[in-house]
Structure formats: structure tokens, C-alpha cells
């Protein structure tokens, strides 16, 4: 399988190498020439695309055809509308280059408005979404065979919830947490690869919700992490994105069910 990935970051970077690790071609982009030579260097093929200024095919000799993209350019809350827009139109450009048989663009449960909802993708009457995340999944749902996964607060390796906190005070610790870990959404990304997936959006959360104060208790503890100074209140709606959707869906089993085993 010849695989593109647009915006080689975190997560996007251990999809390619599990994905060349399983004997795939795969081709991703990225902002940061550090980044470039080190994927080259670990058998990726890297080229520098910056979408927010170009729309151009790589100056190298690229492919026409792919089989699976998976789009992790963010939709940044600090970029303006406007900006947002000229992202993802020429994303949109770039892609009109290129044949493709299936698109997987990564947004994030942030989309949907802090409050005590659980929330399902399938029933969006009323929901007052993010604006910038909204308008980047409608361009790239606007192409042909494109899905989207809307991801939990992502974890794993050295992204462990309770450093965030050490030695500083905590204004959500009652709040719910609508979390995944990164070895899920890498094999929920494969299965989607490989899948035909019957809907246009998903939530990616694993799928229990303890609270986020009891997480940092957890990791802080396995992983040898300071305390916060103190737990204060704060906001403590009960928010709640379900993933059960994907999960029926696919007949998944998560690796890592409960955020407290983060």
C-alpha cells in the first residue's frame, strides 16, 4: 500500500513507522527540515510542504496515486478563520494533483461546546461547534471518499497527563475525561486504511470517563510525577464525547480502555 500523510507530527510520525515497519511506501510532508531528514533517514519519504503558503507538488519525483491519506494538518485555534480557509483550500489544491482511494482527516473532540452533553456524531441538531475545526471538516469532507476522526485528548509515550499539573494549581479536576491513547488511534488509523467505513464522521475516545483530577492522581503515581500544588474548583461540566460509534462499528477492542492506565 502506497500511503501519503500530510503533516508528519506526533501522532502522524508513529503511524508512518508502524506502517513502513509493515512493509508500506509511504510519503509524508512536513514545516520542520529536522523532521525532514529524520524520516528520510528512518526510510520515510519526506518532503517540506507548508500549506498555509504553498499549494505546489514537491520539487521531486512524486507520486500521482495513493491508496490511503491521512490528513493531521491542524485546524489551530491561535490561526484566524481566514487563515484556517487558506489552509485547507489549498490542501484542497494539493490534493487535486493526486488520486487517492481514501482520505482520513484528523480533527478533535473540541469541536463540540463545553457542556453536561453526552455527545454522539450522529445527532448534531443544536450543537453550536467550534467554528475553526467545523470549517476545516467541511473542506476536507468536501472531497471525495474523506473521513474524519474527531480525537480525544491524546496520550501515550512521553505525553503523560500529570506532568502538565506538577507543582501548579488544578481548576478541572472535576471535569470528565475524553481521552485515547496514541497505540489506539494508530490502529484505528490502519483499520481505516483497510476498512470501508459506512460514516462520514467518528469519535476516537476511549470509552471510559473517569475524572480528569483521579487521572493525574494515576499517571503522577506511575509515572513518578509531582502532584498538582492543590486541586481548586473551577468548571466542572460533565462533558462527555462518545467513541461507541467507530467501536461497534469495527468490533474494537481497545488496548487501553480506561485513561486511569494511561
Known amino acids: 500500500m502506497r500511503i501519503l500523510i ?84 489549498n490542501i484542497s489544491r494539493f490534493l487535486d494533483n493526486i488520486q487517492w482511494t481514501k482520505q482520513l482527516f484528523l480533527s478533535s473532540v473540541g469541536i463540540y461546546p463545553d457542556k453536561d452533553v453526552v455527545y454522539h456524531e450522529l445527532d448534531s441538531s443544536g450543537i453550536e461547534f467550534s467554528e475553526k475545526l467545523f470549517l476545516a471538516e467541511q473542506q476536507m469532507l468536501a472531497l471525495p471518499n ?51 467505513l459506512r460514516h462520514a464522521v467518528y469519535n476516537v475516545v476511549a470509552p471510559m470517563h473517569p475524572k480528569k483530577k483521579d487521572v493525574i492522581l494515576a499517571s503522577a503515581q506511575k509515572y513518578g510525577f509531582d502532584l498538582p500544588l492543590r486541586f481548586e474548583p473551577g468548571d466542572h461540566f460533565q462533558k462527555v464525547v462518545s467513541g461507541s460509534l467507530l467501536q461497534k462499528e469495527l468490533d474494537y477492542q481497545y488496548i487501553w480502555p480506561n485513561p486511569l492506565e494511561f
Request: proline letters at 2%; one cysteine or more; aromatic letters at 14%.
Open 6 to 89: 500530510l503533516g508528519c507530527g506526533w501522532l502522524a510520525e508513529s503511524f508512518a513507522m508502524d506502517m513502513k515497519h509493515q512493509g508500506h511506501e509511504v510519503w509524508a510532508s512536513t514545516t520542520q527540515y529536522e523532521k525532514y531528514h529524520r524520516l528520510k533517514t528512518d526510510g520515510i519519504f519526506s518532503f517540506i510542504a507548508d500549506f498555509d503558503n504553498s499549494n505546489t507538488l514537491p520539487d521531486m519525483l512524486f507520486p500521482s496515486q495513493f491508496d490511503f491519506v491521512l490528513n493531521s494538518v491542524p485546524a489551530s485555534q491561535k490561526n484566524s478563520l481566514s487563515a484556517l480557509e487558506v489552509r485547507f483550500s
Open 146 to 196: 474523506t473521513c474524519v476522526y474527531r480525537l480525544g485528548g491524546l496520550f501515550g509515550k512521553n505525553r503523560v497527563f500529570a506532568k502538565y499539573f506538577a507543582n501548579r494549581i488544578c481548576t478541572t479536576g472535576e471535569q470528565l475525561a475524553n481521552f485515547v491513547h496514541l497505540d489506539d488511534v494508530v490502529r484505528l488509523i490502519s483499520l481505516a486504511s483497510v476498512k470501508d
